[in-house]
C-alpha cells in the first residue's frame, strides 16, 4: 500500500495544472491537513513549486532530471 506522501506525489504528477490543496484532498479523500503536512515536508525537500494565485495556492511537481 502507498503512503500518503506516495500518493500526493502521484496526484501531482498526473496534474501538471498544479491542484490546490482541496483539490488533492478531493482526489485522495484525505484530510487537507494531511495534504498541508506532506506538501510543506515536499516543499523543504525542493521537489515542488508553489505559485499563490489569489488566495488560492498551486502545486507543482518540479519536472524529473
Same mark, same amino acid.
Given at each position: 500500500? +502507498?503512503?500518503?506522501?506516495?500518493?500526493?506525489? $502521484?496526484?501531482? !504528477?498526473?496534474? =501538471?495544472?498544479? =491542484?490546490?490543496?482541496?483539490? @488533492?484532498? +478531493? @482526489?485522495?479523500?484525505?484530510?487537507?491537513?494531511?495534504? &498541508?503536512?506532506?506538501? &510543506? $515536508?515536499? +516543499?523543504? $525537500?525542493?521537489?515542488?513549486? @508553489? !505559485?499563490?494565485?489569489?488566495? &488560492?495556492?498551486?502545486?507543482?511537481?518540479?519536472?524529473?532530471?
Amino acid at each position: 500500500m +502507498k503512503t500518503k506522501k506516495e500518493m500526493v506525489i $502521484e496526484v501531482l !504528477r498526473k496534474n =501538471p495544472m498544479g =491542484p490546490t490543496i482541496v483539490e @488533492i484532498s +478531493k @482526489i485522495l479523500n484525505i484530510s487537507r491537513n494531511t495534504v &498541508a503536512v506532506v506538501l &510543506a $515536508e515536499l +516543499k523543504g $525537500e525542493g521537489v515542488i513549486t @508553489i !505559485r499563490e494565485v489569489g488566495k &488560492a495556492k498551486l502545486h507543482y511537481w518540479k519536472e524529473d532530471k
